[in-house]
T-cell receptor, first 112, second 114 residues
C-alpha cells in the first residue's frame, strides 16, 4: 500500500532536548511538507522540500531543521531553540500531476 | 495576515440537517482544496476545485468555487454523525515565487448530534 508514515504517533521529551520526527513516503512524490497544528488553529507550514537535497523555510521555521537526503524521507528536528514545541505535527507529500496533497497520520509531541 | 478565512469556526447540527461551510480568500484562488480531519489524525482529501463556477460532489458533500474564484463553499446534505470532524480549506500560494505550497484556513469544527 502506498502512503505516508510518521513515527512515533506520540512522543514525549524533556525541555532542552532535540527530537527528530520521522516522515517516510512511498508515493514517489518529489515535494514534501511539514506542518504544525495547535488546538483550534489551522495548519502552519514549517519547512517544505520540492526536490532531494533542497528545502525552503515555511512560515514558522525558527527552532526547526530538516534534511532531504532521500526522496522518500523528510525528517524534522525540533531543537531546544523552539519556544513552544508541544504540538501536533503533520507531514505531507504532493503529487506533481494532480497536485493533491497527501497527509501522514501525524505525531503528537509533548515537551515538559 | 490570515489569507484564507473559514466560517463558521464551529457548527453543531442535528442529524439529517443540511449545512454549509465557507472559505474566503483575499486573493484569487488558483487551486482550492477541501480536507476533513478527525481529531488527532491526519487530513483526508475530499475535493479539489480549480475553475471558476466549478462544482464537485462526493457522496453527500458538494463543494463549489465561485465565478470570481475568491470563495468556496462546502455543503453537506442530510448530515450524519460520520460527517463530524474538522473541515479545512487549503489554497495554492501561486502568488509567491517560492514554489508549490498550500496555505490553510483555521478549520471548521462540525458536530452532528444524533
Amino acid at each position: 500500500d502506498g502512503g505516508i508514515t510518521q513515527s512515533p504517533k506520540y512522543l514525549f521529551r524533556k525541555e532542552g532536548q532535540n527530537v527528530t520526527l520521522s516522515c517516510e513516503q512511498n508515493l514517489n512524490h518529489d515535494a514534501m511538507y511539514w506542518y504544525r497544528q495547535d488546538p483550534g488553529q489551522g495548519l502552519r507550514l514549517i519547512y517544505y522540500s520540492q526536490i532531494v537535497n533542497d528545502f525552503q523555510k515555511g512560515d514558522i521555521a525558527e527552532g526547526y531543521s530538516v534534511s532531504r537526503e532521500k526522496k522518500e524521507s523528510f525528517p524534522l528536528t525540533v531543537t531546544s531553540a523552539q519556544k513552544n514545541p508541544t504540538a501536533f505535527y503533520l507531514c505531507a507529500s504532493r503529487d506533481g500531476t494532480s497536485y493533491e496533497q497527501y497527509f501522514g497520520p501525524g505525531t503528537r509531541l509533548t515537551v515538559t | 495576515s490570515q489569507e484564507l478565512e473559514q466560517s463558521p469556526q464551529s457548527l453543531i447540527v442535528q442529524e439529517g440537517k443540511n449545512l454549509t461551510i465557507n472559505c474566503t480568500s483575499s486573493k484569487t484562488l488558483y487551486g482550492l482544496y477541501w480536507y476533513k480531519q478527525k481529531y488527532g489524525e491526519g487530513l483526508i482529501f475530499l475535493m479539489m476545485l480549480q475553475k471558476g463556477g466549478e462544482e464537485k460532489s462526493h457522496e453527500k458533500i458538494t463543494a463549489k468555487l465561485d465565478e470570481k474564484k475568491q470563495q468556496s463553499s462546502l455543503h453537506i446534505t442530510a448530515s450524519q454523525p460520520s460527517h463530524a470532524g474538522i473541515y479545512l480549506c487549503g489554497a495554492d500560494k501561486w502568488w509567491e515565487t517560492s514554489g508549490s505550497r498550500l496555505t490553510f484556513g483555521e478549520g471548521t469544527q462540525l458536530t452532528v448530534n444524533p
